[in-house]
């Protein structure tokens, strides 16, 4: 079993910067990709962006492409999701998740390319 625990949410004006961290614990296992996806009030719960944890590479949605930055540190377990440029669009709650990843970052932006997810944390830009 994997544990996975978000932090970092909050309310932010429109063009500030959250970063959110995500700390996993429990079983390990080879080729982990994690993700991070948000779901708005009223929608479904979409992909945001991921990271391969062995190699580092990513995979972003069109939609915060070039605004936000996902990061991995090793030592510590712990993914991030550096958001910049926000705005009042990126209003929701913010999830974690992990899963097995054997190829490339884009394959896995589905929420079934996941097995494992956090309980989420809120993310509110004020306009």
């Known amino acids: 079993q994997v544990q996975l625990i978000e932090s970092g949410g909050g309310l932010v004006q429109a063009g500030g910067s959250l970063r959110l961290s995500c700390a996993a614990s429990g079983r390990t296992f080879s080729s982990v990709v994690m993700g991070w996806f948000r779901q708005a009030p009223g929608k479904e719960r979409e992909f945001v962006a991921n990271i391969k944890w062995t190699r580092g590479s990513t995979y972003y949605a069109d939609s915060v492409k070039g605004r936000f930055t996902v990061s991995r540190d090793t030592a510590k377990n712990t993914v991030y999701l550096q958001m910049d440029s926000l705005k009042p669009e990126d209003t929701a709650d913010y999830f974690c998740?992990?899963?097995?990843?054997?190829?490339?970052?884009?394959?896995?932006?589905?929420?079934?390319?996941?097995?494992?997810w956090g309980q989420g944390t809120q993310v509110t830009v004020s306009s």
């Open positions: 998740a992990a899963g097995r990843g054997y190829f490339a970052a884009s394959n896995y932006y589905r929420r079934s390319d996941y097995d494992y």
